[in-house]
């Protein structure tokens, strides 16, 4: 027996694709033009790079559907973080790394070091919570995630804290970069047709998570980057938009960020 949800989104998504062949009076080559686009997207995949993800991305579908459960979810009420979408360049098993530790593994010429810390909080009672994790992840400053550029050690700039009673966390990574999502494949193509730049604001990528509570997937974006207001794949929530500020006396460091994470209870 078919499953209804199964049933009913189908239904529906044919009804839209047939009405857009219908209104834009879609032609034989055009359809095999566009297929064509999307097989190479498949071909081009791999663990390492999801050709598919990005070729949606653009289009701003994992922005829309992270904006819809969100809202479905019904967490506006107590401001919880912003969710933001994973994107393709998360791994599994980062580093377990001690609080007050860098996630700079190599010195990288372009970016400064900046000291991120706060508190991950229940989003309805404000509590500190323990044993929560921060997963953290972002690119050099030339722009590539670690397992995009052999010049990286092995899980650089990626790291996972586990908080103590006090849910505080504290850790060392550089002030983010703004950076082209890959652009040399079909995705790449695409956004050229369209005369679209494939820019993303500088941003650093988070999972927290604890027991009890719902995952946060999300992102947080430096608010004096130029992209900030044309991010290519559409993720920008203005809550998640933060200033980084100069830090003195601390030779670790010369930008301060203070963030807390406040988590949905189950
Ligand atoms: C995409 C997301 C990212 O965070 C990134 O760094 C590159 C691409 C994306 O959504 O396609
Ligand atoms: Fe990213």
Not at 65 to 89: K, N, Q, S, V
């Amino acid at each position: 027996k078919a499953n209804p949800r199964l049933r009913k989104v189908m239904a529906s998504l044919t009804t839209h694709l047939h009405d857009f062949c219908r209104e834009n009076e879609i032609t034989v080559d055009e359809y095999m033009a566009g297929l064509d686009l999307i097989i190479s997207a498949g071909k081009w995949s791999t663990e390492q790079r999801n050709e598919m993800l990005l070729m949606t991305d653009i289009l701003g579908l994992e922005s829309l559907i992270d904006e819809i459960t969100y809202t479905l979810a019904g967490e506006a009420a107590d401001a919880p973080t912003a969710t933001a979408i994973l994107g393709p360049f998360w791994r599994k098993d980062a580093p377990k790394l001690k609080m007050g530790d860098s996630i700079v593994k190599k010195d990288m010429q372009g970016s400064d070091h900046a000291s991120m810390h706060g508190r991950i909080l229940d989003s309805e009672t404000g509590k500190p919570i323990k044993n929560a994790e921060i997963d953290i992840w972002h690119t050099g400053p030339n722009g590539l995630y670690e397992q995009q550029d052999p010049d990286q050690p092995d899980m650089n700039l990626r790291g996972r804290f586990f908080t103590g009673p006090d849910g505080a966390y504290e850790l060392y990574c550089l002030k983010p970069t703004s950076y082209p999502i890959p652009n040399d494949g079909p995705a790449g193509k695409l956004l050229g047709l369209l005369d679209r730049h494939p820019m993303r604001p500088a941003h650093i990528h988070f999972i927290v998570s604890a027991e009890g509570y719902k995952p946060l997937t999300t992102q947080i974006f430096d608010r004096k980057d130029e992209h900030i207001g044309n991010d290519s794949v559409f993720a920008v929530k203005e809550s998640l938009v933060v200033d980084f500020l100069p830090k003195e006396g601390d030779s670790k460091a010369k930008s301060d960020l203070r963030y807390d994470f406040k988590l949905v209870g189950y």
